[in-house]
């Protein structure tokens, strides 16, 4: 099973709104990723937990709240976001990210953000 | 200088072409490649890992050139089903960080 699940779907949100969004995964991967995309661009890496620790922030707003409650868990969550944070938020996960070999990504389905 | 490079086309083919996209890297000491294709508001999904030696997958050849860092997908005998774009990622050698290429975007036409 290379499922990763991702809620909500969608997402409507308001700037002053607090909302958050989950990951969840059972394959045993040990590192979890938050990716944001904008449509005809590719995915632009946001965060990395490696064995459940923050190990990548890309320069990210502080209005992005990452969290890895668990091995198999993954939140964002979100204040306080502008327009253009609107976009396909994607969440993948990996095995294994300190060892060598062709370990892939496997991604959710995302969650369709928009912001208004 | 961007860690991954490839031609974002378009490419429109007709069906039953034969159509290549190429990637070029640039750390040497990546470690491992891939190919993912994605449909227009869905999230991208594995098509293939490309091994040293090559690989095949059915209609689909994946090559890598360590010494010219150049990656390359093969699609023969192109289905309408083929459209979509296709990402090319590379996984750095910390093995943390996956890179993406600009995606090529692929239309096969009846």
């Known amino acids: 099973d290379t499922e990763v699940t991702q809620t909500p779907k969608h997402l409507v949100m308001g700037m002053t709104n607090k909302k958050s969004l989950k990951c969840e995964q059972h394959m045993g991967h040990r590192a979890m990723y938050w990716y944001k995309q904008k449509a005809k661009k590719p995915p632009e890496l946001m965060f990395v937990y490696s064995y459940e620790k923050l190990s990548i922030n890309e320069s990210v707003p502080s209005r992005f709240s990452p969290e890895c409650p668990n091995s198999s868990l993954l939140n964002l969550h979100l204040h306080a976001l502008q327009p253009e944070d609107s976009a396909l938020y994607l969440c993948?996960?990996?095995?294994?990210?300190?060892?060598?070999?062709?370990?892939?990504?496997?991604f959710g389905p995302g969650t369709r953000l928009t912001v208004t | 200088r961007k860690e991954v490079e490839q031609d974002p086309g378009p490419f429109n083919v007709p069906e039953g072409a034969t159509v290549a996209f190429n990637c070029t890297y640039s750390?040497?000491?990546?470690?491992?490649f891939f190919w993912y294709r994605q449909d227009c508001r869905k999230e991208p999904k594995l098509l293939m890992s490309?091994?040293?030696s090559g690989n095949e997958d059915g209609r689909f050849t994946a090559q890598l050139n360590r010494a010219s860092q150049y990656i390359s997908l093969l699609i023969r005998d192109s289905k309408l089903s083929d459209s979509a774009t296709y990402l090319c990622v590379v996984r750095d050698n910390t093995g943390n960080q996956f890179y993406f290429g600009t995606g090529t975007s692929l239309t096969v036409i009846p």
């Open positions: 490309v091994y040293s």
């Open positions: 750390n040497s000491a990546s470690q491992s």
């Open positions: 993948a996960s990996s095995q294994d990210p300190g060892a060598s070999g062709v370990y892939e990504q496997y």
